[in-house]
């Protein structure tokens, strides 16, 4: 039987990036990974797809739409190849994935294909097809990631009735897509579609899109999205979703408790993702798992058992890749006896629409209900030469600080380029900048990133230039 210092269940963000941290620290580390291909749902299925889906859809739009102001006129009609876009988003993907491959056996990690499930707190079993192998690691790290979660009334028919999976893979543009959810993932692949032509309708339980994030960044994406003609049903409460035919037909109760419909080719359902542990058997190790299914840690990502350890999707905090992988360098710098720590504050959240959202730190909802004194600077990406030249104008940045200290405490943007941009906002708040620290920054000029000096001069003294 191989034996191990580590084994890690699961090869997504959160799995594969531990394994690298765990060989470079001198572990003997194995990867178990159910699906031929790795890097998980974020490689796969999730973030590289999106966003190869999300840059070829913008590139058609651009033509159809921007390219005659630029003065760049195309002979004859310009049109969408949905096979060829599929294809090489897929392309992207393989590629992706077997870079991963690539750096297993460059760091010696031995990859095991197959189901990971526990015989006991030290053994997992590798089933693949049937055909069984045990391997015995001293610690294990279970990174089994999440699925799309659905409503219970909601049967996924994988064809017309759709998840994520599903909507990276399209062999047509729809006419006209629904989408429940207005969550980061429906906001992303709605748009996609819309630009690519389809009909695009947003139903959403609550009274905003992107709930969570700053209320001023739901709004102004709102006005964005709807500016493109995304239509959106806020707090409507769906409550049948049925196929008939080629049709996809979906209830909801509207604010008022009155019965709408609404009448599509495909319904997209992207209410959330669940933490995922099928199969794994985390009972026969004494695995805690919580009331929503998560598996159970403690500040050190550690479970109930005291050598096994979760992190990513499958444990509490925000499903995000980024967040998984530094919970994977944590832990297998905590194995290696350092002493790592993360600033969940400090994980950036970001909407790949465009234009992009991002944001680190408290909110203004946030800072309010916790009775913190602060001020706001905020800064339109319309007053910056860069976001004409680009004719990207919408959006802005908003920077919160304390009002006593002036240190930052929260960075919020959208507009072109903010999901690049936002790494400014959180190295700023990693070494507890001060507002007039960002704003006596030297920022290149033409560029995005003069928006945040200028809502950092807005925040210190109300003292930003440009407007
Ligand atoms: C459409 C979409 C777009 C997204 N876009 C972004 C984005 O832009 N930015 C971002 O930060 N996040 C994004 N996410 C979320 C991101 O993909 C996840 O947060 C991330 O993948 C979580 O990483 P993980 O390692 O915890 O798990 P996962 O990536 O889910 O990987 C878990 C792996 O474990 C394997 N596994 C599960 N059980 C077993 C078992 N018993 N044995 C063996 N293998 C097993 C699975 O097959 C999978 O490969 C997106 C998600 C989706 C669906």
Redesign the pocket.
Known sequence: MNQYDVAI???????YVAAIRCAQLGMKTAI????ST?????L????I???ALLDSSHHYEDAVKHFEEHGIDIPGEVKVNIKQMISRKQGVVDQTTKGIQFLMDKNKIDVYE????FKDATHINVDKDGKEETIEAKHTII????K?SSLPFIKIDKERIIT??EA?ELKEVPKHMIVIGGG??GL??GQVYKRLGAEVTVIEYMDRIIPGMDGGLSKELTRSLKKQKMKFNLSHKVKSVERVGDEVVVKADDKKGKEVTFTGDYCLVSVG?RP?????NAEAAGVKLDDRGRVEVNDHLQTNVSNIYA????VRGA??????EEE?TMVAELLAGQKPHINYNLIPG?V?TWPEVAAVGKTEEELKEAGVEYKVGQFPMRALGRARASMDIDGFVKILADKATDEVLGVHMIGARCADLITEGVTAMEFRASAEDIARMSHAHPTYAEAVKEAALAATDDRAVHI
């Open positions: 269940i699961g090869s997504g963000p959160g799995g178990v990974e159910k699906y790795l890097g998980g749902t974020c796969n299925v999730g973030c797809p999106s966003k197959g189901l990971g499930s990174a089994t990631g999440s799309p994520s999976t990276l980061v993932i992303e692949l993702r995922y542990t099928d199969g794994l992190i990513g999707d499958v499903m995000l890749a980024h967040k998984a994977g970001v790949y």
